[in-house]
Nanobody, 119 residues
Framework: VQLQASGGGLVQTGGSLTLSCAAS????????MGWFRQAPGKEREYVAA????????TYEDFVWNRAVIRRGVAENAMSLEINNLKPEDTAVYYC?????????????WGQGTLVTVSS
């Protein structure tokens, strides 16, 4: 499975951004797609995920009520919209795929896309 992420950029505090990810290859065994992020000097952390079969979603607390992860129109595509962005949201965001929602099961990764939130 190959994952292609896009949509990062520079945004002002309070703004919104939508990240997109498209999967190709044998995706049947990796029905959960999600986003992680890694800020400078910090470990990579989970952000949100979606079951591409059912649309079920999970979110980390720090994006609760600020983010929406959804399936795209194209098959095996999904997006993450983050609203009310804060400087602490600045990070490289990675798309990932997994057989389950368990964080440790995300082992297939796309390239990162940088999100910078200016204060």
């Amino acid at each position: 499975v190959q994952l292609q992420a896009s949509g990062g950029g520079l945004v002002q505090t309070g703004g919104s951004l939508t990240l997109s990810c498209a999967a190709s290859g044998r995706t049947a065994n990796l029905p959960i797609m999600g986003w992680f992020r890694q800020a400078p000097g910090k470990e990579r952390e989970y952000v949100a995920a979606i079951d591409m079969r059912t649309g079920s979603t999970t979110y980390e607390d720090f994006v609760w009520n600020r983010a929406v992860i959804r399936r795209g129109v194209a098959e095996n595509a999904m997006s993450l919209e983050i609203n009310n962005l804060k400087p602490e949201d600045t990070a490289v965001y990675y798309c990932a795929a997994s057989p389950s929602f368990a964080k440790d099961d995300f082992r297939t990764w796309g390239q990162g896309t940088l999100v910078t939130v200016s204060s």
